[in-house]
Nanobody
Framework: QVRLVESGGGLVQPGGSLSLSCVAP????????MGWYRQAPGKERELVAT???????DYADFVKGRFTISKDNAKNTVNLQMNSLKPEDTAVYFC???????WGQGTQVTVSS
């Protein structure tokens, strides 16, 4: 069973920052486009950002200029730096590997004053 382990998240005030990390098994990480998705209550899961094996990022329009996805190949880790957070960013954030074949357990991000 492939296990993606997420960390980070929590409660932050509007305008604040949070960082998420996801560790994947080395063999999966090496061949995967890695991604971050999110799901807010009552809404469908949506793509936030992806990063290719070569490190090319891509972002949903609603996070461009605020979020940064990166990867650390030595640690088999993909990161999501979230700045200028808004209340509408509140959701459970999921890490995904091999497209959407494998998922992490999700980590809660709450943006509230």
């Amino acid at each position: 069973q492939v296990r993606l382990v997420e960390s980070g998240g929590g409660l932050v005030q509007p305008g604040g920052s949070l960082s998420l990390s996801c560790v994947a098994p080395a063999d999966i990480f090496a061949i995967s486009i890695m991604g971050w998705y999110r799901q807010a209550p009552g809404k469908e899961r949506e793509l936030v950002a992806t990063i290719t094996i070569g490190g090319r990022p891509d972002y949903a329009d609603f996070v461009k200029g605020r979020f940064t996805i990166s990867k650390d190949n030595a640690k088999n880790t993909v990161n999501l730096q979230m700045n200028s957070l808004k209340p509408e960013d509140t959701a459970v954030y999921f890490c995904a590997a091999l497209g959407t074949r494998y998922w992490g357990q999700g980590t809660q991000v709450t943006v509230s004053s």
